[in-house]
């Protein structure tokens, strides 16, 4: 089976670097997806880790080490609009392809 | 290009009733997944569908739940006589593969009084 561990809640202020941290237990995957969702709102896509390292898309970047079973997602020049819940997912291996889901972290950005 | 599309997104039901929620996958996707997400929690994989198949429903439970993708028209998740404990967000997300990137719709939000 998989599992999926991330802090409940983190708090930052404007401008600042956040990074969310994933740890997990699975016996196979294919690759580490991270989702961001607003109060209300739709789960959407960030950014995928195929394989190990630094994955980066403008102010978000991703990383993925598989021998330390664990990944992270970095959030450069924090915004207001950045306040929503962060979700790490794993695509198993075999089987279905469907997504596992962390429990989620909640971002809090400041003034 | 029209992302994936769910209908009605707020739906009231009271206990005992029937719940159809429909979604439209993304063009050219034929790779539908159905997630139930309860507050303050994450979403929990229920079906895994392609057009005329159900792929694995091991996350679905066993009695009153069913869902369906008929060649035409859109997927369809049906939930018999509800009750309390299905009030939550279901989202329908599409991919365009096995294994490849799922985007999400807007989601139902299911309220059973």
């Known amino acids: 089976g998989q599992s999926l561990e991330q802090p409940s809640e983190v708090t930052a202020v404007e401008g600042a670097i956040v990074q969310i941290n994933c740890t997990y237990q699975t016996s196979g995957f294919y690759g580490l997806s991270w989702y961001q969702q607003h109060d209300g709102g739709a789960p959407t896509f960030l950014s995928y880790?195929?394989?190990?390292g630094l994955e980066e898309t403008g102010r978000f970047s991703s990383f993925l080490s598989r021998s330390d079973s664990y990944g992270y997602l970095l959030l450069q020049e924090l915004q207001m609009k950045d306040s929503a819940s962060y979700f790490c997912?794993?695509?198993?291996?075999?089987?279905?392809?469907?997504?596992?889901f962390g429990s989620g972290t909640r971002l809090q950005v400041q003034p | 290009n029209a992302g994936v599309m769910q209908n009605p997104r707020h739906l009231v039901r009271r206990r005992g009733q029937e719940a159809r929620l429909r979604c439209s996958p993304m063009?050219?996707?034929?790779?539908v997944y159905w997630y139930r997400q309860l507050p303050e929690e994450g979403l929990k994989f229920m079906v895994y569908?392609?057009?005329?198949?159900?792929?694995?429903e091991s996350g679905m439970p066993k009695e009153r739940f069913s869902a369906e993708f008929p060649k035409e028209g859109p997927s369809i998740l049906r939930i018999q006589q509800v009750v309390r404990g299905d009030s939550a967000a279901y989202f329908c997300?599409?991919?365009?593969?096995?294994?490849?990137?799922?985007?999400f719709g807007p989601g139902t939000r299911l309220l059973v009084l």
């Open positions: 880790n195929g394989l190990d």
């Open positions: 997912a794993v695509t198993p291996v075999g089987g279905r392809r469907a997504l596992t």
């Open positions: 569908l392609q057009k005329e198949n159900i792929i694995d």
């Open positions: 063009k050219g996707h034929s790779h």
């Open positions: 997300a599409s991919s365009s593969g096995s294994g490849e990137t799922q985007y």
